[in-house]
């Protein structure tokens, strides 16, 4: 990993605790509450939220729209995210709804199937065109714009659903104020993955 990306994860890291605290801090309950966008349209914050679900489903613990992290997104991507990343995930989230809702009725689990689950040839031809910038106006440049927008939402998904009060408190290990320090315990002790 070179320099830059690790500084980049590292600044989204200490951005989302901060956003994660003013998105939750004094307002009710997820389920009581009518949420509206700050950067997105309504469309575009229940694509998110659909989308969301699709990658991190409710089971016997919550989905990623019970906890919230589309409401992450949003944030993230209004008071992080300069005015050129804005704009890029703009079109690549345009571009996105576009094939889920013309050609996948809605179905967010299907778009996922059908941008992910591709033949090794193809992901490499992904890989490749996600790390140049195509010419604009090129076929290219929508699914260059669409895939970075996936790989960065999913991200940001991930983030903010691990982020959340939820599963910090209640899924992963959680301890308020944190005992002493041993750092020769077996590996087995450890138990689940601790919240930060």
Known sequence: MDRRKAIQIMGYSVASATLLGWGTACRESAATEVWRPDFHTEAEGDFLAQLGEAFLPATDIPGARAVGAHRFVDRFVDQVFDSSAQREWRVGLHRLQENWRENLQHDAVALLRQMLDLPED???????????????????EDRHYAYRTLFKCKELIMLGYFASKPIGEDVLAFLPTPGGYDPCIPYEEVGKAWSL
């Open 122 to 140: 193809e992901q490499r031809e992904i890989k490749q065109l996600m790390e140049q910038t195509p010419p604009p106006g090129s076929s290219a």
